[in-house]
Structures are given as C-alpha cells and as structure tokens.
C-alpha cells in the first residue's frame, strides 16, 4: 500500500492532505498523555494555569509504556483506547492541539472537534508496542512523573507506521471499512 | 502427601509472567499467520503481518509484546495430596508476580479503583484455585489487559431466549466494542452456572488453544457459528474493515438454576498470552 511521510509539527497543509484509510509514516516529537494526564491539564486550565507543555501544532499519544530496560530508550510501547479521553480532547483541540494517536473510536464531540479545528486522529496498531517502540529514538520525561507509566513524556519518534482514522474532513476509517466489509 | 515448598511456587510465577508477556505462543501465531492468507482487506493484512514482525521484535529484543502486562491473573490447580510448605500460596503468587514484573520490565497497571494510585508492583494478583485428585500443582498464567477486559460483560437472560439469545449478546459486544478491544479478538463464552461462576466459566475459556473445538458437538457448532457470524460483521484487524474480527470463540457450560440462563462474554485481544507449568 501506498504510504505518506509527514512531519511535526503538523499544519493546516499537512492535515488538508490527509485522509482516512491512509497508512503514514511520522517523523519529529509527540507528546504522551493517557486518563490522569489528561485530567490534569483540564483542572489546569479551569484553574487559569497554562499547560506542562505548548500543544499548538503538536500530537498527543495515549500511550503508557512499559519500563524502559537497560539500554533502550523505552519499553513497549503501544496505544490504548481512546475513546476514554474523549471528554478533555475538544478543549486541547481548540487550543491548537492537531494530532491524536491511538485506538478505537472516538466520540461524535471529538469527531465534531476535528473538523471544527482541523486535525486528525491516527491509529498505532493495538498490541504492537514492540514494533512501535522500534520508531521510538528519544524519550524524555516533561511532567506528572508521580504518575509512573501515566507520566507525559516528550518522545522523538522516526517513521512510526500509523493509519489516518479521522481526517478533517469527517471521514471515519472505523465506519467506512466495516461498511465495505461486511457481509 | 508430597511438599512443595513456596520457593519453587515464587520462582515458577515469575518466570511464566516474564516469558507469557515476551513470547506469544506458536498457538497464536500460527492463528495470525492463517488470518493473513484468510484476510480480505489490504489494510487488514497490513495489521496482521506487523502483529507477526512485533512479536519477532518482542522476542528479538527481549521487550514485552504489549506495553499492556496486564493484570496478573493466576489458575491454579493443587492437587489434594500436595503440601504447600515455608508459607502461604496467596503470598506465594503474588511474591512471584512482584518479583516478575520487577525484573522483566513490565508495566505495573494495577490501581486503586478510585484514587487511581498505583499499588507499583502489579500486585495484588488474581488467583483462581481449584482443588483436584493427585499431587501436582498447575500453575496457568495469563497476563491480561485492560482494553479486551472493558468490553466483558455478564447477562440473565431469560431462560426462552436460548441459544439464540447467547448469539445475539455475544454479537452485541463485539459490535459495541467494534475497533476498541484490538480486533482480531478471541472471545471467551461462559454459559450456565450462576452469575459469578458463568464469568469464571468466559475466563476459562480463553485458555482453550485456538481450534480445539469443545468436546459437546452442540457446543462446537455453535461455537463456529459465532465465529462467522463475528467474522461478518466487517470489523476486521484492528476495526479498519476486514474479515477476520475473531480468531476463534471457545465456550464452557454448566448447569444452571431452572429460572436463570447466564452467560458471560469475556474478549481477549490478539495479544494472547498463556503460560502454564505443572510442579
């Protein structure tokens, strides 16, 4: 299949060009961040305080890796389900945030969100986190390390495969293929 | 009555949690392989050959297949003529998966339920213990994780509803889950019992290796005719379409109250992992 390269931080030329059921390939910096993170930075902002790291143009991964073991830069290192920060995400949408990586389905909020604020959300394939920590070149941990292996950690990634799930322009990769395929 | 003392139990757990969660079984990857050539959808291919290329890298580099180490859930068979000497089992098991997720780097993913604070050494572990003739000791480790276990559910149906009331609430949640319990699943099936034991009876399930079939013709069949009709449904690897949403479905049955017809669905996801020894 055919496979796209891109780059972070993503723009609104990089997102137009995006679709559902595309397979890329994504080099730069993420950002990890699953339940309690995102809880966090929510009580942040309703407290007026600004947020551990500037999400404008950046990508969030649900991702709570696996301890790192002696001379690796990270454990395992897949998503999880996403569908358990749908609540926070609009909000970190609207404050520049263009990117999700992780699996399963989104809400219609989300989905809304992502069309309103141009961004997309990715899938990292569930249950690969070897492979994917495989792409995974640097690691380093920015906040909430009380959190363990809920902690935000700013992770430098290579060619990590990912598919476009929803694109901006309300595609939806989890609809569309169980449509074509079912029988 | 043969001895066996807590050590041997301590280190026999360690080790089945740390090979269980870095080397699937060839059970399973033999199911993934013959999911490839059965896989309709490009996409679809594309999941399964990097679920088979993860699992050479999980083995290759010494990493855990999933980043998911699970909770650790523990059956174990003690023959009536064993004796547990230097301690206690329940502490035995749980020294074991301490000591085990501490030194294969696994992810520690038990928490308070409210607080959410991480009790940091994946315990405690759970046990499931069954009392049997002879005088050995089986332990069956199954590393399990959180995104199949949330889509997991136990119903009274009414006993008309039947067989085909199981069908069509097995099919309900795997279309509920749909992409989320990382497709393509395996699907453990309790049915009977009571309400606790019919739960039991999905987990136990599970451990049946993909394509044995239950001993119970009725059973086998319906078991396949849930297969397709799962396989139907266009989830497909990882929810991105396809026809290969389960790698098989297994079910156990016992009795039950004339008034009651329980069932209960428990998912795996493909990250299947199964170790056992016999002491």
Same mark, same amino acid.
């Given at each position: 299949?055919?496979?796209?390269?891109?780059?972070?931080?993503?723009?609104?030329?990089?997102?137009?060009? #995006?679709?559902?059921?595309?397979?890329? #390939?994504?080099?730069?910096?993420?950002?990890?961040?699953?339940?309690?993170?995102?809880?966090?930075?929510?009580?942040?902002?309703?407290?007026?305080?600004?947020?551990?790291?500037?999400?404008?143009?950046?990508?969030?991964?649900?991702?709570?890796?696996?301890?790192?073991?002696?001379?690796?830069?990270?454990?395992?290192?897949?998503?999880?389900?996403?569908?358990?920060?749908?609540?926070?995400?609009?909000?970190?949408?609207?404050?520049? #945030?263009?990117?999700?990586?992780?699996?399963?389905?989104?809400?219609?909020?989300?989905?809304?969100?992502?069309?309103?604020?141009?961004?997309?959300?990715?899938?990292?394939?569930?249950?690969?986190?070897?492979?994917?920590?495989?792409?995974?070149?640097?690691?380093?941990?920015?906040?909430?390390?009380?959190?363990?292996?809920?902690?935000?950690?700013?992770?430098?990634?290579?060619?990590?495969?990912?598919?476009?799930?929803?694109?901006?322009?309300?595609?939806?990769?989890?609809?569309?293929?169980?449509?074509?395929?079912?029988? | 009555?043969?001895?066996?003392?807590?050590?041997?139990?301590?280190?026999?757990?360690?080790?089945?949690?740390?090979?269980?969660?870095?080397?699937?079984?060839?059970?399973?990857?033999?199911?993934?392989?013959?999911?490839?050539?059965?896989?309709?959808?490009?996409?679809?291919?594309?999941?399964?050959?990097?679920?088979?290329?993860?699992?050479?890298?999980?083995?290759?580099?010494?990493?855990?297949?999933?980043?998911?180490?699970?909770?650790?859930?523990?059956?174990?068979?003690?023959?009536?003529?064993?004796?547990?000497?230097?301690?206690?089992?329940?502490?035995?098991?749980?020294?074991?998966?301490?000591?085990?997720?501490?030194?294969?780097?696994?992810?520690?993913?038990?928490?308070?339920?409210?607080?959410?604070?991480?009790?940091?050494?994946?315990?405690?572990?759970?046990?499931?213990?069954?009392?049997?003739?002879?005088?050995?000791?089986?332990?069956?480790?199954?590393?399990?994780?959180?995104?199949?276990?949330?889509?997991?559910?136990?119903?009274?149906?009414?006993?008309?509803?039947?067989?085909?009331?199981?069908?069509?609430?097995?099919?309900?949640?795997?279309?509920?889950?749909?992409?989320?319990?990382?497709?393509?699943?395996?699907?453990?099936?309790?049915?009977?019992?009571?309400?606790?034991?019919?739960?039991?009876?999905?987990?136990?399930?599970?451990?049946?290796?993909?394509?044995?079939?239950?001993?119970?013709?009725?059973?086998?069949?319906?078991?396949?005719?849930?297969?397709?009709?799962?396989?139907?449904?266009?989830?497909?690897?990882?929810?991105?379409?396809?026809?290969?949403?389960?790698?098989?479905?297994?079910?156990?049955?016992?009795?039950?109250?004339?008034?009651?017809?329980?069932?209960?669905?428990?998912?795996?996801?493909?990250?299947?992992?199964?170790?056992?020894?016999?002491?």
């Amino acid at each position: 299949m055919e496979i796209k390269r891109i780059k972070t931080p993503l723009d609104d030329a990089v997102i137009k060009k #995006l679709r559902a059921g595309e397979k890329v #390939l994504l080099t730069g910096f993420i950002y990890t961040a699953r339940d309690t993170a995102h809880k966090r930075f929510i009580d942040a902002l309703g407290k007026g305080e600004t947020l551990p790291f500037d999400v404008t143009n950046q990508i969030i991964y649900y991702c709570g890796p696996s301890p790192a073991p002696p001379g690796k830069v990270i454990g395992s290192a897949g998503p999880t389900t996403s569908s358990r920060m749908d609540l926070y995400t609009p909000q970190l949408l609207l404050l520049g #945030l263009k990117g999700m990586i992780g699996k399963g389905k989104r809400s219609t909020e989300v989905k809304e969100a992502l069309k309103r604020y141009r961004a997309v959300y990715f899938g990292a394939t569930g249950g690969a986190g070897a492979l994917i920590s495989q792409s995974i070149v640097s690691s380093e941990i920015v906040a909430y390390e009380d959190l363990g292996p809920e902690a935000v950690v700013k992770l430098g990634v290579k060619d990590m495969p990912l598919f476009v799930i929803n694109d901006m322009y309300g595609n939806d990769l989890y609809e569309t293929g169980m449509e074509h395929y079912r029988k | 009555m043969r001895q066996i003392h807590v050590d041997t139990i301590i280190s026999a757990v360690e080790t089945l949690f740390i090979e269980a969660n870095i080397y699937l079984s060839q059970n399973v990857l033999n199911a993934i392989q013959n999911a490839i050539e059965k896989e309709e959808s490009p996409q679809g291919k594309e999941i399964l050959r990097e679920l088979i290329r993860n699992a050479e890298i999980a083995g290759k580099e010494q990493l855990p297949v999933c980043q998911d180490t699970g909770l650790a859930v523990t059956f174990i068979e003690i023959g009536q003529d064993v004796h547990i000497t230097g301690g206690n089992l329940s502490d035995a098991v749980s020294e074991g998966v301490r000591r085990g997720y501490q030194k294969g780097y696994l992810r520690k993913s038990c928490c308070h339920p409210f607080t959410r604070k991480n009790t940091a050494d994946n315990t405690p572990p759970i046990i499931h213990t069954k009392i049997i003739p002879g005088d050995v000791l089986r332990i069956t480790a199954m590393p399990k994780g959180g995104g199949s276990e949330n889509y997991g559910e136990v119903r009274m149906l009414i006993p008309a509803e039947g067989k085909e009331g199981v069908k069509s609430f097995v099919l309900d949640m795997v279309k509920k889950g749909g992409p989320n319990p990382c497709p393509p699943i395996i699907v453990g099936i309790g049915i009977g019992g009571n309400l606790e034991t019919s739960a039991i009876l999905a987990k136990e399930a599970l451990i049946v290796p993909l394509g044995v079939r239950n001993d119970d013709p009725e059973l086998a069949e319906l078991e396949l005719e849930i297969l397709d009709e799962i396989n139907r449904t266009g989830i497909g690897p990882q929810g991105y379409g396809g026809t290969v949403t389960a790698l098989d479905v297994h079910i156990k049955m016992l009795p039950c109250h004339i008034a009651s017809l329980p069932v209960a669905v428990n998912m795996q996801c493909h990250v299947h992992r199964i170790r056992e020894i016999v002491l």
